[in-house]
Nanobody
Framework: QVQVVQSGGGFVQAGGSLRLSCANS????????MGWFRQAAGKEREFVAG????????KYADSVKGRFTISRDGTKTTVYLSMNNLKPEDTAVYYC????????????????????WGQGTQVTVSS
């Protein structure tokens, strides 16, 4: 059974930094793509960043380019989202997601492409 567990997040002032972590397990031998989405109050869930199995493909939403960095560890089971120069408009619930479609080398930006989701974590940026 696939499990996706997030950690990190919290409250920060504008210009500050936070790091989110996401660990997934339960699908040994599958080369997955991992991504981050966010959902602000009253808005649709939107793509933030994603990284392929090898790390050769990364994608970012235009709104976070140059400020956020996605990476994954050597075991490939944990992905991080480093968020710098945070803005009030980054306030949202952030979700980690896993796309298990073979071969795991292209990051997709649509929500429906992802098969498993984390529990969500709140990020609040004050002005």
């Amino acid at each position: 059974q696939v499990q996706v567990v997030q950690s990190g997040g919290g409250f920060v002032q504008a210009g500050g930094s936070l790091r989110l972590s996401c660990a997934n397990s339960g699908h040994t031998f599958i080369k997955d793509v991992m991504g981050w989405f966010r959902q602000a109050a009253g808005k649709e869930r939107e793509f933030v960043a994603g990284i392929s199995w090898s790390g050769s493909d990364t994608k970012y939403a235009d709104s976070v380019k140059g400020r956020f960095t996605i990476s994954r560890d050597g075991t490939k089971t944990t992905v991080y989202l480093s968020m710098n120069n945070l803005k009030p408009e980054d306030t949202a619930v952030y979700y980690c997601a896993v796309d298990i479609e073979f071969p795991g080398d292209v990051v997709k930006t649509i929500r429906s492409a992802y098969d498993y989701w984390g529990q969500g974590t709140q990020v609040t940026v004050s002005s």
